[in-house]
């Protein structure tokens, strides 16, 4: 039975070359956002964007909610991946770094499809709930503070329709998760995240060890 093969450098240049479709409009914006401090750790790999456009595809999802917007990278991919008639809410704590990414969303052309909420993102869920009530959105896409992942998904699901997805970003946190010296909030809550997600009978799940960890969890119908 075949194992996990190693991601040596060279085999992901092979997976980008046979995998990855890239175009100028993104890689300008990676390109802008890894020149900012600690930019280029901070945003979705290309690949990442990419499988996100994909799972929208595949959800059918009209209704995406996105918790740590950043540069908007991982919004744009989204937002294009949308059908007629879809939408992407977007959450950050400053507009700082999502005003970087509204020129490129302009540029593409899905600026409209994209609304952008200023904030603790725990408020900001809270205030969703409220006026939108639960299982509006189809897919969630968590990338935010780590300290806080276990509150955003217990907010997050229930605002989940059932048979929707919630995909979580870092959830191998730098391969921390595995070192018992690693005691620090962030990875903490993500070993937290991550148990909680395996005995949770709520949801199914799928741990990927791509990029830097990614969870898929379907919120059972």
Known sequence: MAQQVAATEELLRYVREVSLRDDPLLAELRRETAELPAGEAMQVMAEEGQLLALLVGLTGARSVLEIGTFTGYSTLCLARALPPGGSVVTCD???????????YWKRAQVADLIEVRIGDALD????????????????VFVDADKANYPSYYEAVLPLVRPGGLIVVDNTLYFGRVVDPAAQDRDTVAVRELN???????????????VADGITLVRKRP
């Open 124 to 139: 900001t869920l809270a205030e969703l709930a409220a006026q939108r009530g639960p299982d509006t959105f189809d897919l």
């Open 93 to 103: 704590i400053t507009d700082r770094w999502p005003a970087i990414g509204a020129e």
């Open 195 to 209: 148990a909680a997600l395996h005995a949770d009978e709520r949801v199914e799940i799928s741990l990927l060890a």
